[in-house]
């Protein structure tokens, strides 16, 4: 029965999010309905000292993440950034090339610190225009959107700013950079692979005589010419933020120690921070800071015009989308701390490889809940000590552990009722029926590509 009861409520809060109701309002329902069925009077309690204190814990951590990200977005697309090396990619790849042009265009964008959201929002057009120029099937146009901004930029390069390669770090006490090798080898097989299958979509479909379609909805404009920013002034921020990530990731620890006291006056009491586990944080937000700066340095006039409604949009995003991840996490707080969870949790034990393990609870949590970072939440708050005992047990890095669960987290979570995927649909004004077909493909070498990173790390020991 206790058993029965977790599985109920993760049912409940699946089925809500595909739903598309308020992750924010359910995830609490979802939880405490779970206690109220486990023990009544624990309901008060469980909300207060478990659900409220996880969700207040993650925001105080990521908020700023969320916040600068969004930020940062919004001004690379206010000032013309984002269509400029847009403009610039297509032409040096070409236009017949449209699905690799638009694939590398979001993994571009998005390991420079894009959210991905905002990626979709800037590419679409573009990519509706290469595709009715070269005769690809809309319906395509989500796929590929997928392949670029949902998978290698997301979680497998070492190195990017997005939220499910920085959750990791708090775990695990590594950086942005871990288990590099790994991170590439990942990439290869799943660009590889996924533009295979892509472009074998393309053909088929050219086979069939069928071009990009009539009377669909949510057509952007023709692409105008227009003046755009000098791209490489365009892609100046992306690489700031880039380098200035790796460089604060390396000097954090050289300036801080290991821990940092601050006591401004005599009488205060000493606030000790321990740095280990925030360093990538601070490396990320210090990079994403600087990589604002540097927008407003060289496009301080078209950026200022719209600053205040355009930034008012990035804060009220970022807000939404850390408080639907630190509301799951909180969900899965109440949910571990369940008896029905130790029967999940004595279940998932049985798999003997602690990669293996790993990488099914973080992919399985992150697709019931429908986002990576909240599902990887779950996951580690609630059996990273597992994880991190195993893997000591069998003398696997910390990098590993990483990487692994970066990158398992990417994978089943875009299921239907992923927010990511219900984004890229609305705003292509397409349907599931048409196009989801090709974005669970994409999913699906997502995973598959965890698994070849542990085959290929046991095989070599790389990291």
Request: glycine share 10%; aromatic share 10%.
């Amino acid at each position: 029965m206790n058993f029965l009861i977790c599985i109920g409520a993760l049912a409940l809060l699946m089925f809500v999010a595909y739903r598309g109701f308020s992750v924010i309002l359910f995830a609490p329902i979802a939880a405490l309905l779970a206690v109220l069925l486990t023990d009544p009077a624990a309901v008060p309690p469980m909300f207060t000292g478990v659900f409220m204190d996880k969700m207040v814990g993650f925001v105080k951590l990521y908020f700023p993440v969320f916040l600068l990200g969004a930020v940062f977005g919004k001004v690379i697309e206010l000032s013309g950034f984002s269509k400029s090396i847009v403009s610039s990619v297509i032409s040096v790849i070409g236009r017949e090339r449209a699905i690799l042009s638009i694939v590398l265009v979001c993994v571009i964008l998005t390991y420079g610190g894009v959210s991905l959201f905002v990626v979709v929002f800037a590419v679409y057009p573009f990519a509706a225009e290469m595709f009715r120029q070269g005769g690809i099937p809309k319906r395509l146009i989500p796929g590929t959107i997928a392949l670029g901004a949902f998978t290698v930029s997301m979680d497998s390069l070492p190195g990017t700013p997005q939220i499910q390669n920085i959750i990791p770090t708090t775990f695990f006490g590594t950086n942005t950079w871990a288990a590099p090798v790994l991170g590439l080898v990942g990439t290869v097989f799943i660009m590889a692979v996924g533009l295979t299958y892509l472009e074998w979509r393309r053909r088929v479909a050219a086979a069939r005589g069928e071009g990009y379609g009539e009377n669909h909805i949510n057509e952007p404009e023709a692409f105008k010419a227009e003046m755009l920013p000098n791209p490489w002034i365009a892609i100046l921020p992306l690489i700031v933020v880039g380098v200035v990530n790796k460089l604060l990731t390396m000097a954090i620890p050289m300036f801080y120690g290991k821990s940092y006291e601050v006591k401004l006056t005599a009488a205060a009491k000493p606030l000790v921070t321990d740095v280990g586990p925030i360093t990538a944080i601070w490396a990320v937000e210090g990079a994403l800071i600087l990589g604002i700066f540097t927008v407003l340095v060289f496009a301080f006039k078209p950026v200022s015009q719209k600053f205040a409604e355009g930034t008012k949009a990035a804060v009220a995003g970022s807000l939404l989308a850390s408080m639907n991840t630190a509301a799951e996490y909180g969900f899965g707080g109440v949910i571990a701390a369940l008896p029905g969870f130790v029967v999940i949790a004595d279940a998932l034990r049985q798999i003997p490889n602690p990669l293996v393990n790993e990488a099914i609870t973080v992919t399985s949590l992150a697709g019931i809940t429908g986002s990576a970072s909240g599902g990887m939440s779950i996951a580690l708050a609630t059996m990273a000590d597992q994880f991190i005992a195993a893997a000591k047990a069998s003398g696997i890095p910390m990098e590993v552990l990483h990487r692994v669960a970066a990158m398992a987290s990417g994978g089943m979570d875009t299921l239907p009722h992923n927010g990511a995927v219900i984004t890229v649909l609305a705003v292509t004004g397409l349907t599931h029926k048409t196009s989801y077909g090709d974005i669970f493909a994409v999913t699906c070498i997502k995973t598959a590509a965890v698994f070849v990173v542990i085959a290929f790390y046991y095989a070599t020991g790389l990291v």
